[in-house]
């Protein structure tokens, strides 16, 4: 304590001075430059503002470590500008087509909490998803607090998020604000979004707007991919890892008329050609696996207030997994060992666009995707063939009223066909979902300190009927350095039962279940406090939230009723998830970032008639990321430290009674650490950044129980909490070119 | 593999070590007045000088028109930076610090009494 106290004093500074920043903030119109006045102008986190006058110009004072400096104005995008030291700005703002975007200018705080927001809402911005350098969308989340990741099981390299401790299924997974990477592609569909294509990640916990939809019951992950008319010219990237992971990326922009027309190229090529088996369990500890993806899209903005965005994105995935001894072109057979092999083929397609009439009033907006999915996989002896197609489309109405545009009010419909093919056992299961959806929004803002936010949608389901989605979010800047949200919502989903579940597979005990397809339906509740103090002249926010949802339907998983079987049955009694977190943020000395968060999950099920805690999840997580760039930014140092705590591992009783040893932690995993480290150094046109995940080296003991047998009846490789992967240095190498 | 990442580890502990000992030799100012139009060119240069060789810390403004670096005096010259920045198509005339402080003093003066300079600037 002593300790802690001498460093207080080391990093506390000898004076602080309040510096003046002026600038001028503008839009286009009529194709020149226009004042804005009534912009509000404020220090991000804080309540100190100011808002632009009638010729556009504006002052304001800053503090030591006050640099990001946030520009808002109802009917354009909220602008951050990082302001290094005193002098003019310029700040262009634009018309707020796409709604709901968040657009950061200059990405160089890493993760941040939206004040203004009245979602609860975490931004990973480019500078956060440098910090964790591997691979994609899955793994951007290992600096972040709110969001856990985990391996499904122990052969097919699958990896599954979480969000309050609830299942990454009950999220809204959207890419560029549609609905995305669902159904077939719900196992590995993280995977699919490769790091160099993502600008930017939101996450939002609680109910989410009913623009977006009905499901998000536990929250919202947006990623945001680069845009056509970025700055970005070229970008390569070439990432090596020891277990002999090999990754290549190359992006590009090109302006064919101006910023007026742009188009983008996206190409992305990984490969794992190594058998890894390091706990000598005679399994491969991540399948080998290759993978391919094109992508090309499009975008126009007249800078007049109207803009179309179009693009298509093609993939091609091989997973080989199971015995290392295994040939996966031979028909599998009891006699040859055990294999996995997934191949996946997959196109998706999209089509969205806004115009926002030029007083600003009145905008309207236009989402649409398409996907088709095929998969073709066996377990074993096990065969999974299933193909998806996908389509959906939503139209959205905004008007802005009054003086102030303190009336928001959005109306709109959507419509979502989704048509499944599977083949599992000997059933061959065809179904098509057909959503057509009205819904209403109105937001209440008569200040800056206060946001209500209002909706509901009706959904015309052609399996289970109209049903109806209320929501409700709020927040309210009480104080200088109080804010506090509450939300409250309902949301349902539909659970396809195989297609959700596939890595289940991976264990002698077959599946059953009645349905092939469920409807699921939660209460939402959330409520958050956010802090924010001047600690020794740099920013501090504290955040406390609580969340808790309430299912009503559920598609439960039950591994403890059966010696033979996992039981995919609906919820019969209750099932509930809180979720309360804790995080600090703040800058110890200048330009190392710290954060240091806690997580308390108390997450039950009825399953096989008793309310028990849910199997395979950790009850607790704290995470410590430190952050430090050097002056201008030349080297960067970042490291997480992961506490995760322990949990119950599923057994069936009969397996306990006639258990062999009698240790006492029998059906029970134990707390564990994990930790990553890296470091990047830039140049002027390169990056090289070499780091290591999971430094500890901690895997858990036997992933995959019976595996000396996978044919018997006690081969499960899906009873997985822990990490199957030790430590993994790895190396790569970034090359970009800017447009000037 | 064990070997690997002693090297890895040496390899982290080198690249963390080698910004703080580079930072103790006598560093030189440097200042320039030049002609960027928005704060994309004021990007653009400086993510060009910063990676000039002995460049140590850096101010560039838009809105004066100036930019000062402050550098390792062995590494390079106030010539070779002021080539740097005309590579990029900007003007680079060499200024002194005195003038330096002068402008910046005085534009911030001039913010106070209104937004005549932007509109100046937004005609160009």
Redesign the interface.
């Known amino acids: 304590m002593k300790r802690f106290y001498f460093l207080l004093l080391i990093f506390l500074p000898v004076f602080s001075f309040a510096d003046?920043i002026?600038g001028?903030v503008?839009t286009r119109e009529e194709g020149g430059?226009q004042?804005l006045p009534g912009v509000n102008i404020y220090w991000e986190g804080t309540t100190q503002g100011t808002a632009s006058v009638d010729?556009?110009?504006f002052?304001i004072q800053q503090k030591d470590g006050q640099h990001m400096l946030v520009f808002s104005f109802v009917g354009y995008k909220q602008q951050v500008v990082r302001v290094?030291?005193?002098?003019?700005?310029?700040v262009l703002m634009e018309p707020n087509v796409e709604l709901e975007e968040v657009t950061v200018i200059r990405k160089d705080r890493g993760t941040y909490l939206s004040v203004i927001n009245p979602i609860q809402t975490e931004s990973i911005s480019g500078a956060e998803l440098h910090k964790a350098a591997c691979c994609n969308l899955a793994e951007s989340f290992e600096t972040n607090p709110s969001v856990d990741m985990s391996y499904s099981d122990a052969v097919t390299g699958a990896k599954q998020i979480k969000l309050l401790g609830l299942d990454g299924t009950y999220s809204l997974m959207q890419v560029e604000n549609m609905p995305n990477l669902r159904g077939l592609a719900t196992t590995f569909g993280l995977t699919y979004i490769p790091g160099p294509w993502m600008e930017s990640i939101q996450v939002s916990k609680g109910a989410a707007s009913v623009l977006n939809g009905y499901d998000a019951i536990a929250g919202q992950i947006n990623a945001e991919l680069k845009k056509p008319d970025s700055n970005e010219k070229l970008f390569l990237n070439a990432f090596g890892n020891?277990e002999g992971r090999y990754e290549f990326n190359a992006n590009g922009n090109i302006r064919l008329i101006g910023d007026t027309l742009t188009t983008g190229i996206f190409v992305h090529a990984n490969q794992l050609m190594t058998k890894n088996d390091h706990n000598h369990d005679g399994f491969l500890d991540i399948p080998m696996s290759q993978m391919y993806q094109i992508s090309n899209r499009w975008k126009y903005n007249n800078h007049k207030g109207l803009m179309l965005q179009t693009g298509f994105t093609y993939l091609q995935e091989d997973r080989l997994g199971g015995q290392t001894g295994v040939d996966w072109d031979m028909t599998p057979s009891l006699s040859n060992p055990y294999g996995v092999s997934i191949d996946t083929k997959r196109l998706e397609a999209f089509l969205k666009g806004g115009y926002v009439t030029p007083n600003g009033k009145n905008a309207i907006a236009w989402l649409s995707n398409f996907s088709r999915h095929e998969t073709e996989s066996f377990y074993g002896l096990t065969d999974y063939i299933g193909d998806e197609t996908r389509l959906f489309a939503s139209a959205i109405y905004t008007k802005y009223m009054g003086p102030l545009e303190e009336h928001t009010l959005n109306v709109g419909g959507s419509y979502i066909y989704d048509d499944f093919n599977e083949q599992l056992y000997s059933d061959a299961i065809q179904r098509t979902e057909k959503v057509p959806g009205l819904f209403a929004e109105y937001t209440f803002k008569p200040n800056e300190n206060l946001t209500l936010m209002t909706g509901i949608r009706t959904d015309f389901h052609n399996i289970f009927g109209t049903f109806v989605t209320p929501r409700m979010h709020f927040r309210y800047r009480f104080a200088e350095h109080f804010t506090v949200r509450a939300n409250a919502g309902k949301g349902y989903r539909t659970a396809n039962v195989l297609s959700e579940n596939t890595y289940l597979l991976a264990s002698s005990r077959a599946l059953q279940y009645t349905d092939d397809v469920m409807q699921e339906e939660a209460w939402n509740y959330g409520f958050s406090l956010i802090q924010n103090y001047m600690l020794l002249g740099r920013d501090l926010t504290l955040n406390a939230e609580f969340f808790r949802t309430d299912f009503k339907t559920q598609l439960v998983i039950d591994r403890e009723t059966s010696a033979d079987y996992v039981i995919l049955a609906p919820l019969d009694g209750t099932s509930y998830a809180n979720s309360l977190q804790f995080d600090v943020r703040w800058q110890p000395i200048e330009r190392l970032d710290l954060l240091l968060a806690y997580r308390v999950n108390d997450i039950k099920q009825t399953v096989g008639g008793e309310l028990r805690d849910k199997p395979l999840q950790s009850d607790y997580k704290g995470l410590i990321n430190l952050n430090y760039t050097?002056?201008?930014?030349?080297?960067m140092?970042d490291y997480t430290l992961q506490f995760n705590g322990g949990g119950r591992i599923p057994y069936v009783y009969e397996e306990w009674m006639s258990r062999v040893d009698m240790s006492s932690d029998f059906g029970h995993f134990k707390p564990y650490t994990i930790m990553n480290?890296q470091?990047t150094?830039?140049?002027?046109y390169w990056s090289i950044y070499?780091g290591?995940e999971n430094l500890t080296d901690f895997t858990q003991a036997n992933p995959v129980a019976g595996a000396d047998n996978p044919f018997g009846s006690d081969f499960d490789a899906t009873n997985i909490w822990g990490p199957v992967m030790g430590?993994k240095?790895y190396l790569g190498l970034r090359f970009n070119l800017?447009y000037? | 593999?064990k070997k690997?990442?002693i090297i890895?580890v040496a390899?982290?502990i080198g690249?963390?070590a080698n910004?703080l000992y580079a930072q103790k030799k006598e560093n030189k100012v440097v200042c320039f007045k030049s002609n960027m139009d928005?704060?994309?060119?004021e990007q653009?240069i400086s993510?060009?000088l910063?990676?000039e060789k002995g460049?140590?810390?850096?101010?560039v403004?838009?809105?004066?028109n100036t930019i000062k670096v402050e550098y390792n005096d062995g590494k390079n010259t106030d010539e070779g930076l002021a080539k740097a920045i005309e590579k990029?198509g900007y003007k680079a005339e060499k200024i002194s610090t005195g003038e330096y402080e002068k402008i910046?003093a005085a534009?911030?003066h001039g913010?106070?009494h209104?937004?005549e300079?932007?509109k100046d600037r937004?005609q160009n």
Do not use: I
Request: aromatic letters at 10%.
């Open positions: 003046e002026k001028f503008f430059k004042p010729d556009g110009s002052s290094e030291s005193a002098g003019a700005l310029e020891m050097t002056n201008l930014k030349k080297w140092f480290a470091v150094k830039y140049f002027r070499l290591a430590r240095v800017n000037e | 593999m690997l990442l890895a390899l982290l690249v963390a910004p928005c704060s994309n060119c653009t993510d060009y910063k990676f460049v140590k810390d850096l101010k403004d838009h809105v004066t990029k910046v534009s911030a913010h106070e209104g937004s300079q932007h937004t």
